[in-house]
């Protein structure tokens, strides 16, 4: 008997509004502040305080719901979700439930091989919790600057059949918040996370498993590991005839495995009610109508387009991942449509995802504060189209141009990085070396073809970096072929 998983996700987003959900205190990077430096007694749940609704929240709501092709509802009511819990001090959180504000939408994932529809159950508007700090042996501490920032709570059907689809869901409505720019999107700052309710059923059978919720992913990785120990774990219970319970479990990044926390837990144990101190939200039409103009274009259609200038399926995924790489690349693709000579879409596309990219991940930073601009990323490659210089400065130049905002020719020039020496004497050095390296050069004359690269090199240090990496290869080539002769 095979099986399979069948997953559905619940992604909590942390919205960047300026104040929090239901008062006026600051919602900036509570991670960045003092503890408890943004808190008031609505926040803190004093007795007899009234909250009061941030509709930006609610415009942020609207347009995750737009693009996630969601219905959103006419009217949407607030509701209070009971449970005990010391980061949240009103002893309920403020949710919606019977009535969110948007349902019935769609999220499309793509892979090199498929592409699925995942439809999204509903789009909610709620807070978010304070945070426990537990690293004093003798006390926990409690940090409220978190408690009452607005969340919007995304619930997919369980339309996921394996942890890369899952994957492939998460990054996909990350990458959509990125271009809406209504959340940072900061995983392991938990402005993003996600809960994964794992089952599994009989092959080509439709009757569903009971399902176990794993609280609390912030990481890609940890999406996909949890699920697939779970999916493992339940066969194994199965096989084995254990009954599998509802249950609630944390993931362990450690030991590899989920840790059970709660056993059965539905709806009934929260004794939703309406919240009495908060109005119903009515959305008219006319609302919609205006945000529907300001949702930009998103990463599906950006990757179609990226894709139609002959971008590969992998590099356009990449470009189209965050909003502001994509506008980074748009831009460069303009610059260099117009440079002598054009410097192509795909040359481009190539820099940014192989040069760029490592260099932004070793200085642990992103394309929007790199002082490298696409004006001067696209300078810097026509210096090595025009053999101004070769690869190998162009990447030292471009480390000085992150780090200092300088024109990359001026670099070129303070480093005397430019392929300066003749063809002349190039090809003196190509012999030097071949007579300092008499045995490789044999191995070569012999056939051994792999030696080739490594005189190569040897002659590429030897110029330090002035010289065309194509003319060295040609004067060796010729260098080579030269001995063959005179030696028969
Ligand atoms: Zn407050």
């Not at 995750?64 to 219905?71: D, E, P, Q, T, V």
């Amino acid at each position: 008997m095979s099986f399979e998983p069948v997953i559905g996700i619940e992604t909590h987003v942390e919205l960047n509004t300026k104040s929090k959900m239901f008062c006026g205190c600051s919602s900036v990077d509570s991670t960045i502040a003092q503890p408890n430096q943004f808190v008031c007694p609505i926040c803190a749940g004093f007795p007899g305080t009234l909250p009061t609704t941030n509709s930006k929240a609610i415009e942020y709501g609207i347009l995750i719901s737009l693009a996630l092709n969601c219905k959103i509802n006419r009217l949407s009511i607030f509701s209070r979700k009971n449970y005990f819990y010391p980061d949240l001090p009103k002893g309920y959180q403020i949710s919606q439930h019977s009535h969110p504000l948007a349902s019935q939408g769609s999220l499309t994932i793509q892979s090199n091989t498929m592409t699925k529809m995942i439809r999204i159950r509903s789009v909610h508007l709620e807070e978010d919790a304070g945070k426990l700090i537990h690293s004093n042996p003798e006390a926990t501490l409690i940090d409220l600057n978190r408690a009452g920032i607005p969340l919007v709570e995304i619930v997919s059907e369980p339309d996921l059949s394996n942890a890369e689809e899952a994957v492939s869901y998460a990054k996909e409505l990350r990458s959509i918040l990125s271009y809406l720019q209504v959340s940072t999107g900061h995983m392991e700052k938990g402005a993003l996370r996600f809960e994964a309710n794992v089952s599994i059923r009989q092959k080509n059978s439709r009757k569903m498993g009971v399902r176990r919720e794993i609280k609390n992913l912030n990481s890609f990785k940890a999406l996909q590991r949890s699920i697939e120990y779970e999916t493992q774990q339940q066969i194994k219970f199965h096989k084995s005839n254990q009954t599998i319970v509802q249950q609630t479990l944390a993931w362990n990044e450690t030991t590899g495995q989920t840790v059970v926390q709660r056993t059965k837990e539905n709806d009934d144990d929260y004794r939703y009610f309406p919240e009495p101190d908060l109005p119903n939200i009515l959305i008219e039409n006319k609302w919609i109508n205006e945000l529907k103009q300001t949702v930009p274009e998103l990463p599906f259609d950006k990757r179609k387009q990226f894709q139609a200038m002959g971008i590969s399926f992998d590099d356009a995924h990449l470009l189209a991942s965050k909003k502001e790489i994509a506008t980074y690349f748009d831009a460069a693709v303009k610059i260099g449509a117009n440079c002598c000579p054009k410097i192509t879409p795909n040359t481009l596309a190539n820099w940014i995802t192989t040069h760029l990219f490592r260099l932004l991940n070793e200085f642990d930073t992103t394309i929007d504060k790199t002082h490298i601009r696409p004006q001067k990323l696209v300078s810097l490659i026509t210096l090595v189209k025009t053999d101004v210089i070769n690869v190998n400065s162009a990447r030292l130049v471009l480390r000085e141009i992150h780090i200092k905002p300088t024109d990359p020719l001026i670099v070129v020039n303070q480093l005397n990085l430019q392929q300066t020496l003749s063809d002349k004497t190039l090809s003196t050095i190509v012999n030097d070396i071949l007579e300092q390296h008499p045995e490789q050069t044999q191995l070569l004359l012999e056939g051994k073809t792999s030696v080739f690269n490594w005189l190569f090199g040897q002659i590429m240090k030897s110029t330090k970096g002035k010289s065309n990496p194509k003319t060295i290869k040609n004067l060796l080539k010729s260098a080579i072929e030269n001995k063959r002769i005179k030696e028969k």
